[in-house]
C-alpha cells in the first residue's frame, strides 16, 4: 500500500552537489567524508586534456581526452562546464550527470566558483551550491604552512587567490565556516539532506500522495 513507503521508495531526481572553497579550507576533506559516508552520493569524474599520472586509472580519476576531442565535447554542447587550468582543459561531461540526476543518484562536484556558475547557469534547479570559509586568514595561512607542500612563494600566492575566490562566498546557496571540521562537515551532510527532501525534487509525491488520499 501506499502508505507503508518510505523516504527511500519516494521517486526523486538527483541532486548536483558542489562544494567550493579557498585552498586550504577544508573542501577536500569535506568532500572526501561526504563520499565514505554516503552511498548515494558519487564524485563527477571531469574529462581533461592532461596527460595520465602513472598511479591514475582511466574513468576513475579522469576521462582522458586529446585537445582535439575536448574541444569537439566543448563545441558540441557535451560540457557542462569547462576551464583551462595551467595550460590544459578541465570540464564536467553533461551525458553523465543527467542520467544520475534522471535515476534519483547525487553526483558531488569539488570545483571552483567559475565551474560553480556555469553548473548553475545551465542547470540551476539540480544545483546545490555550499562555499566552505576559514575562519580567518591567518587560521588559513597556518593551515597551508602545516600542509608543509608549498614554498612561502607558493603559500603567498595561493593566500591571494583565496581573497579572490571569497568575493565569490554570495553567490552560493550555503556557507559554511570551518572554523571546526566535523561540524562543518556535519553542517554539509544535514544540507545534503535536507535538499533531498524538497517537494519540487521529489516527483515521487505526487504518487504517493495521491495514494494515501485513496485509502
Known sequence: ????ANQKTIE??????????PSGAGKSTISRNLLETDRNLSLSVSVTTRAKRGSEIEGIHYHFKSQ?????????EALLEWAAVHGNYYGTPRAEVEKAMAEGRDMLFDIDWQGAQQLQDKMRGDVVSIFILPP???EL???????????????????????????HWHE?????????LERAF???KAIVEAERLRRDRRPGLFGFVSGLLGE
Open 12 to 21: 526523486r531526481r538527483g541532486l548536483m552537489v558542489v562544494i567550493s572553497s
Open 68 to 76: 582535439r576531442d575536448f574541444e569537439l565535447m566543448r563545441d558540441g
Open 172 to 180: 552560493y546557496d550555503y556557507v559554511v565556516v570551518n572554523d571546526d
Open 1 to 4: 500500500m501506499a502508505g507503508n
Open 186 to 188: 556535519g553542517a554539509v
Open 141 to 167: 595561512r597556518a593551515r597551508l604552512h602545516r600542509r608543509a607542500e608549498d614554498s612561502e612563494d607558493v603559500i603567498a600566492t595561493r593566500l591571494a587567490n583565496a581573497k579572490a575566490e571569497i568575493e
Open 136 to 138: 580567518s586568514i591567518a
